[in-house]
């Protein structure tokens, strides 16, 4: 058992069969276990979903202060 395998929880879910085909084929094409691999596409998924949400986030903040364009960004930072 690799060391980092000991903080780990156990999920279980329900995917259709159709994903579990390709998971299963791109696990065995880039030679990792589909659990590594699940974790993996999670985790880059999560990133991605928290990127989104703080880019949200900050446009509202961005546009509160006047900044509407890529222009007023680069204006702003030739400013500061």
């Known amino acids: 058992m690799r060391p980092n395998m000991l903080y780990m929880s156990t999920l279980t879910l329900r995917v259709p069969e159709k994903l579990v085909r ?6 065995k094409a880039l030679g990792i276990s589909k659990s590594d691999l699940a ?11 928290e ?10 903040r961005a546009r509160a202060g006047g900044i509407n364009s890529d222009e007023d960004v680069f204006a702003a930072l030739k400013k500061a």
């Open 22 to 27: 390709a998971l299963e084929r791109q696990s």
């Open 39 to 49: 974790r993996e596409a999670l985790k880059h998924y999560l990133r991605v979903a």
């Open 51 to 60: 990127f989104r949400t703080l880019r949200t986030r900050l446009v509202v």
